[in-house]
């Protein structure tokens, strides 16, 4: 049944069991960045101000994700329909790849770029020094997140919706809880400040992404997973970004 569910169940009904863990976990996702604010404000005003400050790039690198599972989304659906085993395959391939080039940029920008956008924005030091420590390590390990992304629409281009929940759920839960540990530095470790809420969020995310991979290759049977079929095509790179440019 759970195979069958979007060619089978009313309309309605899909609707809801597909829309509300898709609505969760959006919600859940946009969470990292106030949970990190939340706890760091008890840390030191400039550390909000520094974490506050990120939030911005934070987005692009949501709306990047969120613009290429849309598009692999979109395109997968389609296929799937048609039947088309080995065009799904390649979309799903291409996806992955694509996901890498954004990955790629936006480690490039966490190498080079943080500081500079700390001090067009700010000549506090403080604010920048502490911004920067949290901004280079969310971009640097943004692989968590962009390919958190992509796995869950992977999902739920197959009508597995309820997977994705847990997969943000679990990252979420587990931001909350190593927030205040590495922030503060409890359980004997150093207090790492807003380093340490960077931590605590790309250890969520990459767990969460982890949860992804292993749902899509264990219950999502309608992609075929392989390395033969990570090779760039022009076609199916072209049709997931005239989707997912203007979705992001």
């Known amino acids: 049944m759970e195979d069958q569910k979007m060619g089978s169940m009313s309309v309605n009904k899909l609707l809801l069991t ?4 898709m609505i969760l976990s959006m919600m859940i996702g ?3 960045n106030i949970v990190d604010s939340i706890f760091v404000s008890n840390y030191s005003e400039d550390a909000l101000t520094a974490v506050s400050l990120a939030f911005p790039i934070q987005n692009v690198i949501v709306s990047l994700g969120t613009g290429v599972g849309v598009g692999i989304n979109a395109l997968l659906s389609r296929l799937l329909g048609e039947k088309k085993q080995e065009e799904v395959n390649k979309t799903a391939a291409n996806g992955l790849i694509l996901s890498f080039l954004v990955y790629f940029v936006l480690l490039i920008f966490g190498l080079l770029g943080v500081k500079w956008f700390y001090h067009i924005q700010t000549d506090e030091q403080s604010i920048c020094a502490m911004g920067a420590a949290y901004l280079s390590i969310v971009c640097i390990f943004s692989f968590g997140q962009i390919f958190q992304l992509v796995v869950e ?10 997977y994705t929940m847990i997969t943000q759920i679990t990252g979420a ?6 927030d205040p540990i590495l922030i503060f530095g409890y ?4 207090a790492m400040g807003t380093a340490g809420a960077a931590i605590a969020t790309v250890i969520g995310q990459i767990i969460a992404m982890t949860l992804g991979f292993i749902f899509n290759l264990k219950y999502n049977k309608e992609i075929q997973f392989a390395f ?12 997931i970004c005239a989707v997912g440019i203007p979705a992001g």
């Not at 033969?228 to 049709?239: A, E, F, V």
Request: charged share 15%; net charge positive.
């Open 18 to 21: 597909m829309a509300a863990p």
């Open 30 to 32: 946009a969470l990292y």
């Open 153 to 162: 629409k992977l999902l739920q281009s197959t009508g597995r919706t309820t």
């Open 173 to 178: 839960i587990i931001n909350i809880i190593l």
């Open 187 to 190: 359980f004997g470790l150093p």
């Open 228 to 239: 033969s079929y990570l090779k760039p095509d022009k076609y199916y790179i072209k049709n």
